[in-house]
Nanobody
Framework: QVQLVESGGGLVQPGGSLRLSCAAS????????MGWYRQAPGKQRELVAR???????NYADSVKGRFTISRDNAKNTAYLQMNSLKPEDTAVYIC???????????????WGEGTLVTVSS
């Protein structure tokens, strides 16, 4: 059984910073890609940033230069450093991992439950 647990969300003023963490645990053989998505009220879920096991990254245009994704492969954990936050960044941030569970032999997608980020004065 595999579980993704996010942490680090909260209320922050515009221009502030937050750091999100996503820890994967359970019967994991390997993790390929880890990513952060977000979903604001009334909007579709969108990709924020993703990182491969080798460290290659992709970002949504709206967060380039402000957000940084990283990962610690030894800890099966991904991070999202969010700087210069704007009210439009308010959303539930959800972690996703493309990983191979032990004994399965192919990659599956796993999602966390999400952590709320609110940017407001």
């Amino acid at each position: 059984q595999v579980q993704l647990v996010e942490s680090g969300g909260g209320l922050v003023q515009p221009g502030g910073s937050l750091r999100l963490s996503c820890a994967a645990s359970g019967s994991i053989f390997s993790i390929n890609v880890m990513g952060w998505y977000r979903q604001a009220p009334g909007k579709q879920r969108e990709l924020v940033a993703r990182i491969t096991s080798g460290g290659s990254t992709n970002y949504a245009d709206s967060v380039k230069g402000r957000f940084t994704i990283s990962r610690d492969n030894a800890k099966n954990t991904a991070y999202l450093q969010m700087n210069s936050l704007k009210p439009e960044d308010t959303a539930v941030y959800i972690c996703k991992a493309d990983l191979t569970p032990i004994g399965l032999g192919h990659i599956m997608d796993y999602w966390g439950e999400g952590t709320l980020v609110t940017v407001s004065s």
